[in-house]
């Protein structure tokens, strides 16, 4: 197979992660982040075959960031002649993009229609997109959705049951994330089934600091966890997931704050940072409740119950379940929620086969369930290699 170079950039509101890869052969030439933008501490790391180097980038918002990525990549000889495509990751497409697309004029004015969506994320991805449009204006930039592969869900699963024209007015509807990741799982998943995608019925559950689970039949998302945010729906590292709506009006009144406080609340102190009280990190939450920290105990529980409700409602769209898979930091590397959630699902006739558990950490993939009883796997996601490969299809 022939190398094809794309440059991978995913904007959040104050980083910047990347990557060169190979699109073909999925090899990482280079990858990197660039973090707490727009402060004195802003700071560029760029690891090439695992060697890290550090370019303080004081004050440096996106723009300057990714200049400072162009030259070093410049500075790399004969590399940048070989990157023939840019892919970027955009978290809201709204209802304008069904699929991955070329960036053109066009599209960056619809992308500035869907901003309000998405208000925290967006704006820093159009702002990576037209800096790096600059840095590579003869290169195909593409920008890939999170959004974008659960626009195949059917009214009944996206439209809340809120006034109709709140949707039609303001867009007040479901929308779903983590589109890259659950496209990428469906197509392995099936592999490792041995069945054609397009007969898999598959539960699966992305489970990362931002969590969430889809129903996928035959590659195609029917029905997703989180919704107009990626707050609803399962327990998150910080966001508190799905609760009672009523919640936000009581805590205003109840402690004299506002709309912001509130919501701060809800997306930075909750989830399991805020049941633990101690972090939002698994790991440290699994090793304290190893050691008897009752709340942190209680943050796994909640966890663990709440996702496996999740998991059992959404085999309600499909009717019928080929494999439950886990992916994401915490679903490719957390045995113990693992084992937590399909103890709760035995009646899906899922049966953990506890050896193989164990052995699906850290990037090893395969079946946790036993021979005869209903498929659960383990898939490390590869969101990065999707968007190079949607990037590359645009080369033409
Ligand atoms: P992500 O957002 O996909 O990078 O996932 C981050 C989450 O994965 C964090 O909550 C980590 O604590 C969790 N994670 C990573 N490694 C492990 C591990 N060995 N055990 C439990 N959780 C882990």
Sequence with gaps: ??????????CGSSSLKFAIIDSSSGDQVLQ???????????????????????YKINQADHAVAINKLVAVIRGIEGLSARISAVGHRVVHGGEFFRASTLITDQVIDTLRQ??????????????GILAARDAFPTLPHTAVFDTAFHQSMPAKAYIYPLPYELYIHHGVRRYGFHGTSYRYISTQAAQMLGKPEADTALVIAHLGNGASVAA????KGLDTSMGMTPNEGVVHGTRCGSIDPSIHEYLCQRLDIGIEEVHDILWKQS???????ISNDCRTIEEAAAKEHSRSQLALEVYSYRLAKEIASLVVPLGRLDALVFTGGIGENSSLIRAEVLQQLRFLGIELDS????HCIRGNSGLISRAGSTAALVIPTNEELMIAQDAAAFIA
């Design 32 to 54: 990197g982040l660039a973090e707490r933008l727009f402060s004195n501490e802003a700071q560029l790391i760029v690891k090439i075959d695992g060697e890290k180097t550090v």
């Design 114 to 127: 869907v901003e309000h969506l998405a208000p925290l994320h967006n704006p820093a991805n159009l702002l």
């Design 271 to 277: 989830g399991l940072l805020g049941l633990s009280g």
């Design 216 to 219: 996928v039949e035959g590659g």
């Design 355 to 358: 050896a193989a558990n164990e």
């Design 1 to 10: 197979m022939s190398e094809s170079l794309v440059l991978v950039l995913n």
